[in-house]
């Protein structure tokens, strides 16, 4: 069951979805191209007990992308996201997020993107129950062949355990 802090706890998921959405837009080069980037992520978090924390990690994305035989693009990636951060009473988080994902992009523009995005909250040193989480967040964006994004969302669901 969701729970008001698991929700919170999902929605920083959207900024990092967001942020690996866009390293997966890239340029479009003519041959194959492997890009490996690492990304500082920071954000606050509310765990399933209430307490705040500032997460800080690494957010890595690898992408291959290459051009198909219509002239659109393809882009397979993995991402992973490894973070810490403690709360003012001196509580550890530990949040680990990991995705795959294939989007096509067509010739002529225009493109929608949709991922679900896992991860796993650990409040360590604890053994209360219901103090660590699991959520996924849904993420979709719709662009035009402006440029312009049309239609974007994020649906959260996460379970305090």
């Known amino acids: 069951m969701a729970t008001a802090a698991s929700r919170k706890t999902g929605r920083w998921l959207f900024v990092a979805a967001a942020a690996i959405a866009a390293l997966a837009i890239g340029t479009g080069s003519a041959a194959a191209e492997i890009v490996n980037t690492r990304v500082p992520l920071s954000f606050e978090l509310v765990g399933c007990s209430g307490d705040a924390a500032t997460i800080t ?22 991402f992973t996201f490894h973070g810490e951060g403690m709360s003012a009473n001196g509580t550890k988080y530990v949040v680990f997020l990991s995705s795959t994902f294939v989007h096509n992009f067509p010739a002529g523009g225009g493109e929608a993107f949709t991922n679900t995005v896992p991860s796993v909250v ?7 129950a219901d103090d660590d989480a699991i959520t996924r967040v849904a993420i979709h964006f719709t662009m035009n062949a ?9 649906n959260g669901q996460g379970d305090c355990q």
């Open 57 to 78: 990690g690494m957010l890595q994305v690898v992408t291959r992308e290459e051009l198909d035989a219509a002239g659109g693009r393809e882009v397979l990636g993995h």
């Open 122 to 128: 650990i409040r360590q040193g604890e053994s209360a």
């Open 146 to 154: 402006n440029g312009d994004i049309v239609a974007n969302f994020e």
